[in-house]
């Protein structure tokens, strides 16, 4: 099962839109996970228009529609693989291990808020941060993530989308 993983698409905005790499990993996907900021309804819409089932939880700079359609956290059971998405994971100190304390059930946790890629794991538990297809702010690429689960485990590769 393919997993593909954004956050903080910040959408619409000006022209900014998704890049065709990134919907094109998109529509190959499985199922979608999404960490929030949207900003917008009308972006969680054009996602869902692209095929695969959509999870996703909103975040902080989500319109108050979608605030209250989407929950602020959410633990999504795949090919056999618990991943919860949440938008902020927190200040980095003691991030992975108050994860782990956050999320008992879950093997991964997906998170976004700080545009800034990352992936940590250690004793069979993981996080990851995709990054953010569309604006990049201070990570050296815009990006985003695909999760592959085989026997019920899930791995994450970053794929960069270019400045």
Known sequence: MVIAV???????????????ACVAR???????????????????????????????VHGNVDEEELRRE????????A??????IVHD?????GRLARMRV?????????FGHSHMPLHEQAEGFQIFNPGSPTE????????????RITGGKVSFELLALGA
């Open 79 to 84: 090919a056999g693989a618990r991943i919860a």
């Open 102 to 110: 956050a999320f008992p059930d879950a093997d991964a946790v997906v």
């Open 26 to 56: 998109l529509r190959e996907a499985d199922v979608i996970l999404h960490a929030g900021d949207f900003t917008a309804r009308s972006a969680f819409e054009e996602l869902r228009a692209l095929g695969p089932p959509v999870a996703a």
């Open 89 to 93: 994971a927190g200040p980095r100190r």
């Open 136 to 147: 990049r702010r201070r990570a050296p690429t815009r990006s985003m993530g695909l999760g």
């Open 70 to 77: 989407l929950p602020e956290r959410r633990l999504v059971e």
């Open 6 to 20: 954004i956050a903080d698409t910040h959408l619409p905005r000006g022209v900014r839109r998704l890049p065709d």
